[in-house]
């Protein structure tokens, strides 16, 4: 980094720190001087309401002014104040913007003016934003994973394009938080149509608190892909009128022959989930609505459509996005006699344990799915 620190112009000499960041990685750093003219005696740019004595104060100071988008302020520095206040600013300054999850999010430079006039000082603060302050009000704050996925769940199954989430105890990468949003998704079956992709942005990359910036994009307008979903339960439950039998055994059949009599296997739509690694856009063949409505689906649109299959025979389950045998997956778990078991639809396993679906090649993430 380099650094050019002009002298001081004796008491009543003027110094200004800057110091720029591009984006969060640290580089780019460097000190400049801002001539400008001193203050007279006696006149004072005094804004704030507590004096700064110590770094922590300072740091408290300008995460304040991020946290309301404020973009200038001044603040008096205490005549005792403990440490080096130059070298307080610089690392004020490199923390908030490479280490501080709103500083990474919302800051793209600080710049400091300090002002001595004769028996006190002034720290005048000028903050360059690179997000909108309407963006920095809508982060939501969650304290544990489970209150993220609630909050996530809301925004897929609402059709909405964008959340800002603050995470505490993060220890998961932006893959790990991709299929967090993706288990998210499918488990809101009732909404889970028309995903063209997730963006999973983290400022800063690492840490265990992050904020973490979640983009959506659909492949259709929101009513649209409400009237599929409905479409979509509707004939889930004209189908399930002919169910006639009763055990979880007969339900489970009944739902795979339903399946491989009158849904035809999309060939050319897995050739693109291979392609893609199951990111393609999930337009009908990979949802419910290409298996029930269309009668043409991929694997992951036929476990989907028996997932509103086994609701309407009021059968416990949910879905599971994975890979079998290294391609894109999805599957259930059903609950049997208290006990969870792995169970592809599109298949003729029947039923499997952990080990047993292990042995054919189901794998998911498992600091995503926890069973016990």
């Not at 009908?284 to 043409?296: D, F, K, M, N, Q």
Request: with cysteine; net charge negative; hydrophobic share 35%.
């Amino acid at each position: 980094m380099a650094k050019s620190i002009g002298a001081r112009a004796g008491t009543a000499g003027l110094l200004a720190l800057t110091l720029l960041c591009q984006g969060c990685a640290g580089s780019g750093e460097y000190y400049r001087e801002i001539p400008h003219t001193a203050a007279a005696a006696g006149e004072t740019r005094f804004h704030g309401d507590v004096s700064v004595n110590n770094y922590y104060a300072l740091q408290s100071a300008v995460i304040g002014m991020i946290g309301n988008s404020r973009e200038t302020n001044t603040i008096p520095i205490s005549s005792d104040y403990d440490g080096s206040l130059e070298e307080d600013l610089a690392r004020v300054t490199r923390e908030i913007t490479t280490e501080n999850p709103l500083g990474c999010f919302a800051v793209a430079s600080i710049v400091f003016d300090q002002t001595r006039v004769l028996t006190y000082q002034e720290l005048s603060i000028t903050i360059r934003y690179k997000r909108l302050s309407k963006e920095i009000a809508a982060i939501q704050e969650c304290p544990s994973l489970r209150i993220f996925e609630s909050r996530l769940s809301e925004l897929l199954s609402s059709f909405g394009n964008q959340g800002f989430y603050s995470i505490s105890g993060l220890g998961e990468g932006e893959e790990d938080l991709y299929d967090r949003a993706m288990r998210c998704w499918y488990s809101a079956a009732d909404a889970a149509y028309g995903l063209r992709d997730i963006t999973i942005l983290t400022y800063p990359e690492t840490g265990a608190k992050r904020i973490v910036e979640v983009q959506v994009q659909w492949t259709a307008g929101r009513q649209e892909l409400l009237n599929q979903g409905e479409e979509a339960r509707r004939q889930a439950k004209q189908i399930c009128e002919q169910f006639q039998g009763e055990t979880l055994e007969e339900k489970l059949a009944f739902v795979r022959d339903f399946l491989e009599e009158s849904v035809e296997y999309d060939e050319e739509a897995m050739r693109v989930v291979a392609e893609t690694g199951g990111r393609q856009a999930k337009t009908s063949p990979y949802t419910a609505y290409g298996a029930l409505v269309e009668g043409r689906a991929a694997q992951s649109g036929m476990a989907h459509g028996a997932k509103l299959l086994l609701d309407e025979l009021n059968v416990n389950c949910s879905l599971i996005w994975g890979r079998r045998q290294g391609v894109s997956c999805l599957w259930l778990r059903v609950q049997s006699e208290g006990e969870g078991y792995h169970y592809d639809p599109t298949g003729d396993g029947g039923l499997m344990d952990e080990q047993r679906a292990a042995q054919s090649g189901f794998e998911y993430n498992d600091s995503v799915y926890q069973f016990g």
